[in-house]
């Protein structure tokens, strides 16, 4: 009975019902009432809003991430840092795509400082879903940590190196060009096909000729 054009009717909505709808056991009633908070954006539901970031359905973390795009408070940014990690990779973007509305300088080092590749990669592509090119520093920083790093998950590695190819231009020509030639060399070609398609494509955007060969 509630659609996004009515807002006259979500705000009016008593705040008893909204605080029913956040424990109902049903993970649609809790993503519901998500949606809603995010729909009012008062300030005093913020707290309550950034429970449900941390909920045990997925379904229901997305809808709290996409509710905080329409929140102006920072409150929610360390909740989001630390949902870039999360276990379901389709929330893990929508929570990244949430931090991209908050500016990169109140995110930024907190969230590439992080020693799990899934948060220091995601906030690299957050800055680029701003327009904002992440400083060279932050960038080589979070790239030289993890081409040295041995036994990357698989989706740690295509990760990484779909990073290098967004970010190719900046790290092309620089000091760590040596460091990512020995990465992309290394075990190549790789047993897994997806790897291997992203290895063959690096190896020629950052010229490593002794790849020629294999």
């Not at 899934?118 to 080589?140: D, F, G, I, N, S």
């Not at 990073?163 to 620089?174: E, I, K, R, Y």
Request: glycine residues 6%; positive net charge.
């Amino acid at each position: 009975f509630i659609t996004p054009g009515h807002g006259l009717s979500v705000s009016r909505l008593p705040g008893e019902f909204l605080k029913g709808l956040a424990m109902d056991d049903a993970a649609e009633m809790r993503g519901q009432a998500a949606w809603l908070f995010g729909l009012r954006g008062r300030p005093d539901e913020a707290r309550t809003l950034r429970t449900f970031l941390a909920d045990r359905d997925a379904f229901v973390r997305r809808r709290a991430a996409e509710a905080f795009t329409r929140f102006n408070t920072d409150t929610a940014i360390p909740d989001l840092i630390a949902r870039l990690s999360d276990a379901d990779r389709s929330f893990r973007y929508v929570a990244m795509a949430a931090l991209a509305h908050f500016p990169s300088d109140r995110w930024l080092d907190k969230a590439s400082a992080k020693a799990d590749p899934q948060t220091a990669l995601r906030a690299l592509v957050a800055c680029e879903m701003r327009r904002e090119k992440p400083p060279q520093a932050v960038l080589e920083g979070v790239v030289a940590r993890l081409v040295l790093r041995k036994n990357l998950a698989r989706e740690d590695r295509l990760d990484l190196s779909r990073v290098l190819g967004l970010f190719q231009s900046a790290l092309g020509n620089s000091k760590l060009a040596g460091r990512i030639a020995e990465f992309l060399l290394a075990g190549f070609p790789d047993p897994d096909r997806d790897v291997r398609w992203k290895q063959v494509r690096l190896l020629g955007a950052y010229r490593v000729a002794p790849a020629f060969p294999k």
